[in-house]
């Protein structure tokens, strides 16, 4: 995942490297969805994630487009 | 090997505080040091956690390349936080470093545009983001897709 200073300059980057627009999100929305995400990461009891709890992230994250689907 | 107390979860988790507190992944002698165990256990156990996506090591070796968000070598992606400096894997991790370590921290994020190369750079203070409204992050995959490519994704 890539930091662009603005939309425009995902347009630039998709044209030049022959690639489709994928999803964008502000970094508010990723700041959100990294504490959902990565907020378990160091504890012993963290094993990984089933496919339901990656969907139940995304739907609290407000990540509901086909884009996201698990 | 599903319980918390197996070998895998254990050096799992080592592995991420190892991260944590000294901002560079743990080689297998670390880690077999600390458990007092054979280095080929550890080996196997490294080799194991990588084929389940915890964590991804370098290609034909037992270096740890990412333990997600952490980054084991320097990338475009410098977080300092408590004193310290980390790299992150993408701008996703960027924000999933601060989150790791306790989303309530303080943290100041140095990133570049990946297309204008410019530098940027965002804060966390009191759990809140501080940073442009223009700025963006780009997935560039589906989540289905994410663990074809993980360099690229």
């Known amino acids: 995942m890539l930091l662009f200073r603005s939309e425009e300059w995902i347009e630039h980057w998709c044209k030049r490297n022959h690639l489709e627009r994928g999803e964008t999100l502000s970094v508010a929305q990723v700041w959100e969805l990294s504490k959902l995400w990565y907020q378990d990461r160091l504890s012993l009891d963290y094993h990984g994630r089933s496919v339901e709890q990656v969907a139940e992230i995304f739907k609290h994250a407000g990540l509901t487009s086909k884009f996201w689907y698990v | 090997m599903d319980n918390t107390e197996s070998p895998l979860w254990q050096v799992r988790a080592f592995v991420y505080n190892h991260f944590a507190d000294t901002t560079h992944p743990p080689r297998v002698e670390d880690a077999a040091r600390h458990f007092n165990i054979e280095i080929e256990e550890v080996s ?73 190369n410019e530098s940027v750079q965002l804060e966390i203070r009191d759990g809140e983001i501080i940073s442009s409204e223009l700025l963006k992050i780009h997935f560039p995959l589906p989540f289905a897709r994410w663990y074809d490519d993980l360099l690229f994704t």
Request: negative net charge; aromatic residues 10%.
């Open chain 2, 44 to 116: 196997a156990l490294y080799k194991e956690l990588h084929n389940r996506h915890a964590l991804f090591l370098e290609p034909e070796t037992l270096t740890i390349r990412m333990a997600n968000p952490f980054s084991g070598i320097p990338t475009d992606f410098r977080v300092h936080t408590n004193g310290k400096t980390y790299f992150a894997n993408c701008a996703w991790d960027m924000l999933g470093i601060p989150a790791a370590l306790s989303s309530r921290s303080d943290a100041l994020i140095e990133a570049v545009c990946a297309e204008s």
